[in-house]
């Protein structure tokens, strides 16, 4: 049990260009959802928490209008990437917890994004 | 300013070598202490403990957390090279659950 699904798993594209990523809690309803961004040999960063059907927290020093998050449904969050540039490529990791209290994040395969 | 601090950073063993890593942490409104091992993509689960001197099992890994000290560690007993990954371990906070990682520990496992 306990899965999530990140989408895409890799993405190249040219600078300027707008990225989406999708992530999704596959059996099970994520109340909570987390992104995370992690630079090479690095421990992962998180960018934002978003609850279900309410605008997300973004940690200090996200850019808000950069990165848009999107937390339509229980089972759905989307992180867009707005304008993206070389400094944006990274590795985008996405989590859930679901409703019970005091359950472990589960995370996806991440998302890496390259951007030239 | 909340913090997580592993150590070592990283370590090379011999299979069959037991392996102990260590956490500290200060975590404002802290709930649990959650163990990820890390390997090409994102980090699986490994343990999460929320009450002190109760170590967790799993295998040949097993955990224990001293919420006196606010410490942690997990032991790999008989390592396989499989068990080769980044170890992640992260504070979580009372705040929807919000993880506080640390830079997390490199174990290289050689045949």
């Known amino acids: 049990g306990a899965v999530v699904s990140q989408h895409p798993s890799w993405v190249i594209c040219k600078s300027g260009t707008s990225v989406k990523i999708e992530c999704r809690s596959l059996d099970f309803q994520a109340t909570t959802m987390f992104w995370y961004r992690q630079f090479p040999k690095q421990s992962l960063m998180l960018m934002a928490t978003?609850?279900?059907?309410?605008?997300?927290?973004?940690e200090q020093g996200v850019e808000k209008d950069k990165f848009l998050i999107n937390h339509a449904s229980l089972t759905l969050s989307t992180l867009t990437v707005t304008s993206a540039h070389p400094e944006d490529s990274s590795f985008y990791i996405c989590?859930?917890?679901?409703?019970?209290?005091?359950?472990?994040?589960?995370f996806g395969d991440g998302t890496r994004l390259s951007i030239l | 300013e909340d913090k997580v601090v592993q150590s070592p950073l990283s370590l090379v063993v011999h299979e069959g070598d037991t392996v102990t890593l260590n956490c500290s942490y200060e975590?404002?409104?802290?709930?649990?202490l959650l163990w990820y091992k890390q390997e090409k993509k994102a980090p699986t689960f490994l343990f999460m403990l929320t009450s002190s001197g109760i170590e967790k099992k799993s295998g040949r890994l097993s955990s224990i957390l001293d919420k006196k000290e606010l410490f942690s560690i997990l032991n790999i007993t008989a390592t396989q090279t499989g068990d080769s990954a980044v170890y992640l371990c992260a504070g979580a906070s009372d705040s929807w659950g919000k993880l506080q990682f640390g830079a997390g520990t490199q174990v290289v496992v050689t045949p």
């Open positions: 978003s609850n279900e059907g309410s605008k997300a927290t973004y």
């Open positions: 989590s859930a917890t679901g409703r019970e209290a005091n359950q472990p994040q589960h």
């Open positions: 975590v404002t409104n802290f709930r649990s």
